[in-house]
Structure formats: C-alpha cells, structure tokens
C-alpha cells in the first residue's frame, strides 16, 4: 500500500510540474552548481540517438531541459529519461539535492556509485534494465529518507547490505533477476505501516 501511495503522490507532483514548465509561470534564479554538473553529465554521453538531450543548453534554465525537474528553491529534484550508454556518471554527485534518479531501460554499465549515499535528500533510484555489476552500497542504507529502490534486471551480484533492510523508510524494493547471495531478513515482509 505505501508504494502505491509513493508513486501516486510521486505522479500527482510530476504532471503538476510538468504543467508549471509548459505554462511558464514561474521565474527561475540560476544555481550554477547543478548545471554545471548536469552540462558535464551531458559531456560524457557518447550518443543521443533520439535527440532528446538537445534541449540541454544554455538558451533556457536547466529546470527546463528534458528530463529535469526542479523543486520551488530551484534546484534539482529528479533526473529521468536520460538516453545513457554509458557508467552511472560520477557528475551527479555534484547534485547535492538530488532526490529521485530514474534511469531505467538504458545501457548503463558499470557499479552503483557509492556517492549516491551522500545525497542526504536522496529517497528514490531505478536503474531496472540495465548492465550494472557489482553489489549495492551500504551507503544507500544510511539515507534516513530512502524509501524506493529498484535494480530489477541487472548483473549485480554479493550480499544485499542488511542497512538497506533496516530503513524504516524503504516501501518499495525490487532486486530481482541478478545474482544475490546469502538470505533474507525473516522479517522483511511484515507491514510497516
């Protein structure tokens, strides 16, 4: 129930700021560290097939470019969409008030950056259908506020970090068709609410 809860909020606050970006009734200060990051970000993709980061310029503010959605202080909420064949960029880290990263269905190699953890607004990453290796950071399990992970579908392999069962805040987690090791927790499935 809290998933579907999360992600119906989660929703209802996207179209709303997607209504804001089309109607343009908004005026928006600059904050030079987040697209200074995300034009770096921008630099490492090797190819854009479908031309959807052409907006990723300086002619409007970066809380307009595609993908990109910005709270009301101006800075950088989620990062989505993106069209990466590429390692999950060590750019975002610069992010510091990143919240959700949804970059699904891409070509993403490499491991889950362990700086991901030090987002401290961090509560929601998706990097379902995609070539990640390796294991899944303890340090997402030491974000009070994580509440969504999935890695559906990738090549991640080790033991599941027993931080990431211990977030009173975790409501949805999918891990499924990797190559986990070990049990567990008994618990896991009690309801949290």
Same mark, same amino acid.
């Given at each position: 129930m809290g998933c579907l809860c999360f992600w119906s909020c989660f929703f209802i606050y996207a179209s709303?700021?997607?209504?804001?970006?089309? *109607? !343009? *009734?908004?005026?928006?200060? !600059?904050? @030079? *560290? %987040?697209?200074?990051? &995300?034009?770096?970000?921008? +630099?490492?993709? +090797?190819? %854009?097939?479908?031309?959807?980061?052409?907006?990723?310029?300086?002619?409007?503010h970066f809380c307009q470019w595609y993908g990109v959605t910005c709270v009301q202080n101006k800075s950088l909420k989620t990062l989505s969409k993106m069209p990466l064949a590429r390692k999950v960029p060590v750019e975002l880290g610069y992010l510091s008030k990143l919240q959700y990263l949804v970059i699904d269905k891409n070509n993403l190699t490499g491991t889950i950056p362990h700086f991901l953890g030090n &987002?401290?607004?961090?509560?929601? &990453?998706?990097?379902?259908?995609?070539?990640?290796?390796?294991?899944?950071? /303890? +340090?997402?399990?030491?974000?009070?506020?994580?509440?969504?992970? @999935?890695? #559906? /579908?990738?090549? &991640?392999?080790?033991?599941?970090?027993?931080?990431? #069962?211990?977030?009173?805040?975790?409501?949805?987690? %999918?891990?499924a068709f990797n190559h986990f090791e070990g049990f567990l927790p008994a618990d896991l499935f009690t309801d949290r609410c």
């Open positions: 709303v700021c997607l209504l804001f970006f089309v *109607t !343009g *009734t908004y005026s928006v200060p !600059g904050n @030079e *560290t %987040d697209k200074q990051a &995300l034009l770096e970000f921008k +630099a490492g993709i +090797a190819a %854009d097939p479908f031309a959807v980061m052409t907006s990723w310029n300086g002619t409007i &987002l401290s607004s961090f509560t929601a &990453l998706s990097l379902a259908f995609n070539n990640i290796v390796g294991n899944i950071p /303890d +340090a997402l399990g030491q974000l009070k506020n994580f509440q969504y992970l @999935e890695v #559906f /579908d990738n090549k &991640l392999s080790g033991i599941i970090p027993p931080s990431i #069962f211990n977030l009173s805040s975790i409501t949805f987690l %999918d891990i």
